[in-house]
């Protein structure tokens, strides 16, 4: 169809968000693609200036971050993400046991005003056309759920969703990273993992269903010990805050529900490391392993999973093979993993794609950190690349050809700043998102780099204690409990649940957790 003939200024002005594609959805070749119609990559303001389209993926720590703070008035703001909300993961352990409702750690995505929001996922980009192939979703459910796979077909079959094209100026990577199963079997299949609100629903369903199912008439005690053993397999902060989240709502909600169970239940931190908590110096995490020792959580060091399998014998449960207990297989009424993260699929397949832009004649491809696999950055935030044909040299000699690859800007876990070591936290990810939008809000992002200010670290070990390590002061027990939930409290998104967090904090305390399945 011919596009109808417009004036110059109408056409900077008009906004084509999406154009159909005429080819099949097998592979990402824009060249094939249906004519492109309008452009539609920026708006005309009212003083004739232009406002730059920034499309930013993700809706993270890092990608909501920079959205909310990036100026309305000078940048279209798009954001494309499988799901439409943000979640407030610090806090994410205590929705799957019920001391806070789901709600409380969302934050709608479209409430931030965007110009425009399309829930789907980067298939692919082509930097030289400054152009994103999306995926569409429409699922949240699909979206609230760990996802550690694509289950795309490769023929671009059912498998897919509908696909569409968006334009930008500027490009913000800020898709994160997934839960690392490290190929071991039964993982990917059988384990919970706590990243997203789905799975706290899940994980919070379990718990409540294996108490059911362990109180009936027909269980048997040795179905009862499978089914009340709670299996964690990381010792950092999530797995850690989980068990005592775990312990607390057993000890304060379920015990006097289900005071015949108790002598049943176990909870198990696993972990391949000497010590859990590695990011605390020895005395905190000693603080740690001895409060869980008394609370009766067990922490298992230096064990290796080998291998999660359902359990015939016990419907519902698990077997676990260990590495240092040999032929032995423990049973769990569920496996909780919260160790190791990989890269997004989006982030593998460009960083393996080689791409000319219009003003060079050489084959580019994005630098990729050697130990990580993320997207190396430099100290300004901006993607580099490299020569394709310096892919199989050197680090050091890479990092010399390296260069910033013009309007695009990576941020958080999917990315690596070039000599700098940084942990993948939230609180890295949403400094680097206040700076990012700073430095564009001022137009001097290639002036001034990145620098992290560690605020510390904290970790809640339950019953009203917690540890705080930073540069200035380390605290543990009760003072540490009350600097960590103050802290979460403030580092809340929105007024909205400013209050509703605390407001739920006290409905658990004054009348319990709710414990019904729904």
Known sequence: MATPQMSSAAKASRRLLTRKTAISLSGFDLQQCAPRGRRMASTVLGDGRRKERVVILGSGWSGYGLARSLDPKKYERIMISPRSYFVFTPLLAGTAVGTLEFRAVLEPVRRLGLDHFHQGWADDIDFARKVIRVEANTSDDIASRTRLMLTHKPDGGSGKGAMFDVEYDKLIIAVGS?????????????????????????????????????????????????????????????????????????????????????????????????????????????????????????????????????????????????????????????????????????????????????????????????????????????????????????????????????????????????????PATAQVASQQATHLAKRLNKGDVDEKPFKFRNWGTMTYLGSWTAIHQSSADELKGWMAWVLWRTAYLTRSMSVRNKITVPFYWAISWIFGRDISRF
């Open 178 to 422: 997934y839960s690392q199963t490290f190929g071991i079997e039964g993982v990917r299949e059988h384990a919970n993992f706590l990243r997203d609100v789905g799975d706290a629903r899940k994980i919070r369903m379990k718990i409540l269903q294996n108490f059911e199912k362990a109180a009936l008439p027909i269980t048997t005690d040795e179905d009862r010990k499978k089914l009340l053993h709670f299996a964690i397999v990381g010792g950092g902060p999530t797995g850690i805050e989980f068990a005592a989240e775990l312990h607390d709502l057993i000890r304060d909600d379920l015990r006097t529900t289900y005071p015949e169970l108790m002598k049943f239940l176990d909870i198990t931190v696993y972990d391949v490391a000497p010590k859990v908590l590695p990011m605390f110096d020895k005395k905190l995490a000693d603080y740690a392993m001895e409060r869980f020792k008394r609370e009766g959580i067990h922490v298992k060091t230096q064990h290796h999973l080998m291998r999660v399998r359902p359990d015939e014998e016990t419907d519902g449960c698990f077997k676990l093979k260990i590495k240092e207990y040999g032929d032995e297989e423990i049973g769990a009424g569920i496996v909780v993993w919260s160790t190791g993260l990989m890269q997004n699929p989006l982030v593998e397949k460009l960083e393996g794609k080689p791409f000319k832009l219009p003003s060079s004649d050489s084959e580019m491809q994005l630098h990729r950190d050697a130990r990580t696999g993320g997207l190396v950055t430099d100290a300004n935030l901006r993607v580099n690349m490299i020569p394709h044909s310096a892919a199989s040299e050197s680090v050091p000699s890479q990092g010399q050809k390296a260069t910033p690859l013009p309007d695009v800007y990576g941020i958080g876990d999917c990315t690596v700043i070039a000599e700098m070591s940084l």
